[in-house]
């Protein structure tokens, strides 16, 4: 499913890290780039160089914080949100391909079991015995 959801966005000119992140800004409403960074769980110099490619098509838009012209604010433009649209209509249309044999019901269950494989609590591995 991976390969053919980034076969499907890649003509639209985006990478999954880029939905990514496009879809926190629509969610989020906006968001400083060090807040980004965080939720995103990259580091700055790799963030920066994400938000260079949105901006460069101009799906997001960075300007200095009001409160405080050291920080950026980031935030999604209209050409972001329609082509985060665009993207996530490609996507559902994947979901139907790989999915079609599933029904309603069927894909419930799958949505809720992965969610509760997701969602689960990390379990911590003991440390190595020493065979010796």
Known sequence: MRLRAESAIAPLGLRP???VA???????GGSTQQALSTTLQIDSTNLVGLLNDLEA????ERRRSPEDRRRHIVELTTAGAMRLAEVEFALAAVEDEVLGRLDDEQRETLYRLLQQAT???V?????AVDAS
């Open 22 to 28: 496009l879809t926190v800004l629509r969610d989020g």
């Open 17 to 19: 890290r880029h939905l």
């Open 57 to 60: 098509d101009k799906l997001i």
């Open 123 to 127: 379990v911590a591995c003991p440390t």
């Open 119 to 121: 969602s689960a609590d």
